[in-house]
């Protein structure tokens, strides 16, 4: 019997990037869960960069700046959320353009063929932008990872400026005959699956035996409000 091909499922980003000349930092990730490509929304989700039900990021920014989100599938939610990053200037430009899968989930490790967007051409293109906010560190087809990948392309290396949790990177980028020097800060990645990795953190650990309250939402809490 010939062997069957396995079904691809072409992955593809369903957000342009949410930049605006204003924005001095941005929000960098990968990709959403495939049901945000296809339109198959989960009731909670919003359908907005990082809008997914089971994600922690604006969980983690309600926390941390008292927002008072609306956890839902409708403009207001998504109009919440716009309104915040354009105060904070703030903008969101995920690393990959679309990728492939043959198991149908949010893995970043399920990730091939993937095409990456260009992300010198966008901050040429907004030139306040100072700071690069990663969503997950350099596991492989994490957001720094592919970063990385992506700079060896275009001949530039990222410089170790602190190499603690979260690590803190810069690189120098020529832009109308400037240079700017551009900083990156890893941060934990604001997913369910990264709890576990959470609660390995030694900062944890000490944090949790001197409240037993306290949760992995609130060490992310703790370390974004350092950067955003």
Not at 71 to 86: D, G, H, N, P, W
Not at 145 to 160: A, C
Request: with cysteine; glycine share 8%; net charge positive.
């Amino acid at each position: 019997m010939p062997d069957v091909d396995p079904i691809v499922f072409k992955h593809v980003h369903p957000y342009p990037p949410f930049l605006f000349k204003e924005a001095t930092k941005l929000i960098v990730g990968t990709l959403p869960p495939p049901r945000f490509t296809t339109g198959d929304l989960k009731p909670g989700d919003i359908d907005f960069c990082y809008g997914s039900k089971d994600g922690q990021l604006w969980k983690i920014l309600d926390k941390i700046f008292v927002l008072g989100l609306l956890y839902e599938t409708s403009e207001e939610a998504v109009r919440q959320r716009k309104e915040f990053l354009l105060k904070r200037r703030i903008g969101i430009c995920d690393i990959i353009d679309r990728a492939e899968r043959i198991k149908v989930d949010a893995s970043d490790l399920g990730m091939s063929n993937i095409v990456l967007r260009d992300m010198f051409g966008y901050l040429k293109q907004y030139h306040k932008v100072d700071t690069l906010l990663f969503t997950g560190g350099n596991s492989k087809n994490g957001p720094e990872y592919l970063f990385r990948k992506y700079l060896k392309q275009q001949g530039h290396t990222l410089s170790v400026v602190n190499n603690d949790v979260p690590r803190i990177h810069q690189f120098e980028l020529q832009d109308q005959g400037h240079v700017r020097v551009i900083r990156t800060i890893s941060l934990t990645a604001p997913s369910g699956s990264a709890n576990r990795a959470v609660g390995s953190i030694p900062e944890y650990k000490a944090a949790k035996a001197r409240d037993p309250a306290f949760s992995t939402l609130d060490f992310r809490a703790a370390q974004y409000c350092q950067f955003f």
